[in-house]
C-alpha cells in the first residue's frame, strides 16, 4: 500500500453531503453545525512506528489523544469529544487499566469528554503482538476562523510554532502538548491557513503548498532545532506536532509583537512564492522537493 496515491484514487469518490464544509484531505472535515462549524478527525497509533512497545501505556494513551488535538489545533478549533477503539491481543489487564487512566487524565487536562468506542480481542491468528489504537474526536471553529491547508496566499510568511527534529530520542513525540490555545488564537485575526507537522516538516509542508497551490521558498538556517537534530531530522523524521502556517506579510510584525505564549517560540522560516505546483525550494533555488526522503508515509 502506498498511502498517497491509493488517497488520490479514493478521496475523489467519497460522495459529500450539503453541509460539508471540508471533505477529506485536511486536517479535519467540518460540517455546518448552527452558527459554527463541527470539525471531526480520527488518528491511530501503530507499535513500534509510534510508540515502542515498554512505553507506559498512560503514555500512550495520552499521546494518541494529543495526536488528534494537534489536527483540531491546525484547524484553529477547540476540542469537544472522543470516542476510542482498541483491537489487541493482549492479556493484561493492568495495561487497559494504566492505558485508560493516562487517557482520563489527558483528556480533563484538555477539556474532552471520552463518550464511547469499542474494546475488541484480536483472533488467534492474527500475528503480531500488540494493539491497534483508533481514536476519532469533534471540536467546533468559527466558520470565519477555520484554518485550511489551502488558504495561504503569494506573498504570505511561513511561520512555525516550536523546534524541529530528533523527536523520538528526545521523547517529545510523547510528552508534546498541542498547540490548541495558540492556533485557536492566531485562528481567523492573522492566519486562515495551517497544518500541523506530524509526518515531516518537509512532507506536511509541501502537502500545505499543494492544496494552496503555491511554491515555497523554505529558509533552512531559520528552522529551530530541538536538542540533538540536524536540519535533515528536522525535515523529515516527523512526530514534531508543531503547526505551520501562513501570515499576510502586512500583519506579521503586529501578530510577533501580540504574541504572548513565553513558552511557545514562533519563528519566521519562509514565503509562499507566486502560483505553482506545490514545490519547495531552499534560500539558494534547490528544490527540496526532489529528496527522496521528505518524510513518513505508510508504505508497503
Not at 66 to 92: F, H
Request: aromatic share 8%.
Amino acid at each position: 500500500m502506498n498511502e498517497l496515491k491509493l488517497l488520490k484514487k479514493i478521496l475523489p469518490s467519497l460522495k459529500q453531503c450539503r453541509d460539508v464544509v471540508v471533505g477529506p484531505g485536511d486536517d479535519c472535515a467540518a460540517v455546518e453545525n448552527g452558527d459554527s462549524l463541527l470539525l471531526l478527525a480520527a488518528d491511530q497509533l501503530i507499535s513500534d512506528i509510534h510508540y515502542l512497545p515498554d512505553t507506559p501505556p498512560a503514555k500512550v494513551a495520552a499521546k494518541l489523544l494529543k495526536r488528534n488535538l494537534s489536527d483540531i489545533a491546525a484547524m484553529g478549533g477547540t476540542p469537544s469529544y472522543a470516542v476510542l477503539t482498541i483491537a489487541s491481543s493482549r492479556d493484561d489487564e493492568a495495561w487497559f487499566l494504566e492505558f485508560y487512566r493516562g487517557l482520563n487524565e489527558a483528556a480533563q487536562q484538555f477539556n474532552i469528554s471520552i463518550c464511547g468506542g469499542d474494546l475488541a480481542t484480536l483472533p488467534d491468528n492474527f500475528t503480531g503482538d500488540g494493539e491497534i489504537l483508533s481514536l476519532s474526536i469533534t471540536g467546533r471553529v468559527k466558520q470565519k476562523n477555520i484554518c485550511l491547508r489551502s488558504n495561504a496566499r503569494a506573498g504570505d510568511l511561513l511561520y512555525c510554532t516550536g523546534c524541529f527534529g530528533n523527536s523520538f530520542a528526545t521523547e517529545h513525540h510523547l510528552d508534546f502538548i498541542p498547540r490548541l490555545t495558540e492556533g485557536s488564537w492566531l485562528a481567523g485575526e492573522y492566519t486562515i491557513a495551517a497544518i500541523d507537522v506530524s509526518d515531516g516538516l518537509l512532507l506536511d509542508l509541501e502537502r500545505m503548498a499543494v492544496a494552496s497551490q503555491l511554491d515555497v521558498v523554505l529558509k533552512l538556517e531559520k528552522i529551530p532545532l530541538r536538542n540533538g537534530a540536524d536540519i535533515d531530522s528536522a525535515l523529515t523524521n516527523g512526530e514534531d506536532y508543531e503547526l505551520l502556517f501562513a501570515v499576510p506579510k502586512e500583519i506579521a510584525e503586529k501578530m510577533e509583537k501580540r504574541w504572548n505564549f513565553p513558552t511557545t517560540r514562533i519563528t519566521c522560516i519562509g514565503e509562499f512564492t507566486n502560483s505553482g505546483n506545490g514545490t519547495i525550494y531552499d534560500s539558494s533555488g534547490k528544490n527540496l522537493s526532489n529528496s527522496t526522503n521528505k518524510g513518513y508515509e505508510h508504505n508497503t
